[in-house]
């Protein structure tokens, strides 16, 4: 009977610290690109001036020499939204996830350009853009020059039709910050999101509704448009009005589910045992 307590009090325990499995999307240690381990690479341009190459333990992509040019990773088809990468996981705000990303900003630009005319840039060279399976999402857009160091959030126009893709919140960072190759965690759940850096959140906010976007169609494979297809993941330049140099690492998701009704109630009752059990104990 006396192991009856510290049991419980385990399994307790476990119950509330279990965490979720985290699904490898891209592992820089292979020596590749994460076009070689699942992920669909789409430069804008027939013969791209944009490169990507893997050197140092890290895919380096560079989209500066032509700002006009986007380059980037996608999980899924922007075009019909048909998985490419074989283990992209379901991305469900309700039970929440995670996605982890190394980043390391060498060079962004970008035009003047404030689409609401309220004093705040609205392009940033580098994007990395969530979007889960009933289309609700963000998109980060990454600022590293000398003038502006800047995580912020994309826009959409579901208050103001005229918002669409502006800034919206945002926290300054500083050169040094964002020339680091750091690892950062964008959790999703219910209706927001939280951008941390070793386990400190710099920036949170809702989730937006990016569907009013109409993208270029081209012949034969149709409209491109990354925000209406579900689970989709996308790290790159997706703007004609901004550039960057970025290296990228790991790429990671990890499912975060919130326990049920039915095990809060077990894990209150197991901690009141284990809590009766020592008190006992200690008489």
């Known amino acids: 009977m006396r192991w009856i307590a510290p049991i419980m009090c385990f399994i307790a325990a476990s119950l509330v610290a279990c965490p979720g499995?985290?699904?490898?999307?891209?592992?820089?240690s292979l020596g590749n690109m994460p076009g070689d381990q699942g992920f669909l690479y789409l430069a804008n341009e027939l013969?791209?001036?944009a490169t990507v190459s893997y050197s140092g333990g890290l895919t380096e992509l560079n989209t500066m020499v032509d700002r006009s040019e986007?380059?980037?990773?996608?999980?899924?088809?922007?075009?019909?939204?048909?998985?490419?990468?074989?283990?992209?996981?379901?991305?469900?705000?309700?039970?929440?996830?995670?996605?982890s990303f190394d980043l390391q900003m060498l060079g962004e630009g970008h035009n003047a350009r404030d689409d609401n005319s309220d004093g705040k840039q609205d392009r940033?060279?580098?994007?990395?853009?969530?979007?889960?399976?009933?289309?609700?999402?963000?998109?980060?857009?990454?600022?590293?020059?000398?003038?502006?160091?800047?995580?912020?959030?994309?826009?959409?126009?579901?208050?103001?039709?005229g918002d669409l893709f502006t800034q919206a919140e945002g926290v300054d960072r500083t050169v040094a910050q964002t020339a680091a190759l750091t690892t950062y965690d964008?959790?999703?759940?219910?209706?927001g999101y939280e951008l941390s850096v070793g386990g400190t959140a710099i920036l949170s906010g809702l989730l937006r509704d990016y569907t009013a976007?109409?993208?270029?169609?081209?012949?034969?494979?149709?409209?491109?448009?990354?925000?209406?297809?579900?689970?989709?993941?996308?790290?790159?330049?997706?703007?004609?009005?901004?550039?960057?140099?970025?290296?990228?690492?790991?790429?990671?998701v990890t499912a975060v589910p919130e326990p049920s009704a039915g095990l809060l109630l077990l894990v209150a009752g197991v901690a009141l045992f284990c809590k009766v059990a020592v008190s006992l104990r200690k008489t």
């Open 21 to 28: 499995s985290a699904v490898t999307l891209y592992d820089a």
């Open 47 to 49: 013969t791209p001036a």
């Open 70 to 99: 986007s380059a980037g990773f996608f999980t899924h088809n922007p075009f019909n939204g048909s998985p490419i990468h074989p283990a992209a996981p379901l991305l469900d705000r309700t039970v929440g996830y995670v996605v």
């Open 124 to 161: 940033a060279g580098f994007s990395v853009i969530a979007i889960g399976n009933d289309l609700q999402g963000i998109e980060l857009g990454f600022f590293h020059d000398d003038v502006a160091n800047e995580i912020w959030a994309y826009e959409d126009n579901v208050a103001n039709p």
């Open 186 to 191: 964008l959790t999703v759940a219910g209706d």
């Open 213 to 252: 976007f109409e993208g270029p169609s081209f012949p034969l494979v149709g409209e491109l448009d990354p925000y209406e297809q579900p689970n989709m993941l996308f790290f790159g330049d997706d703007t004609s009005s901004a550039d960057s140099h970025v290296r990228l690492g790991n790429i990671s």
